[in-house]
């Protein structure tokens, strides 16, 4: 297994639970016809952003590995960039079904 794919996958795996509470409710939010295309966008927004996440974990762990960083502290950031991408994403899909 490629090491930036697993913790990509570890790190996203982490958003699971975050990025699933999202992934219906900000569709539910458009009427019913635009549901098929916004939930079709948000799968494309989600998978744009594996290289970002793949990114912070790989730092993260280095980081941790190298001792720069505690658990709690490890946990902090995890919680955070959750956070911070999830806005983005959210963000992103309001821009792009702005857009007909």
């Known amino acids: 297994m490629n090491l930036g794919v697993g913790i990509g ?3 996203l795996g982490m958003l699971g639970p975050v990025a699933g509470s999202f992934a ?3 569709c539910d939010r458009y009427p019913k016809q635009d549901q098929p295309r916004c939930e079709k966008l948000w799968k494309e927004i989600n ?3 594996e ?3 793949s990114r912070f974990g790989l730092d993260q762990l280095q980081r941790r590995r190298e001792g720069k960083i505690s658990q709690e502290q490890h946990l902090q950031e995890n ?3 959750i956070t911070r991408s999830a806005a983005r994403r959210l963000e ?3 821009e ?3 857009q007909r």
Do not use: D, N, S, Y
């Open 24 to 26: 219906g409710q900000p």
């Open 51 to 53: 290289g970002e996440v």
């Open 9 to 11: 996958c570890l790190v």
């Open 79 to 81: 919680t955070a960039f």
């Open 92 to 94: 992103r899909l309001a």
């Open 96 to 98: 792009r079904m702005a």
């Open 47 to 49: 998978a744009e952003a």
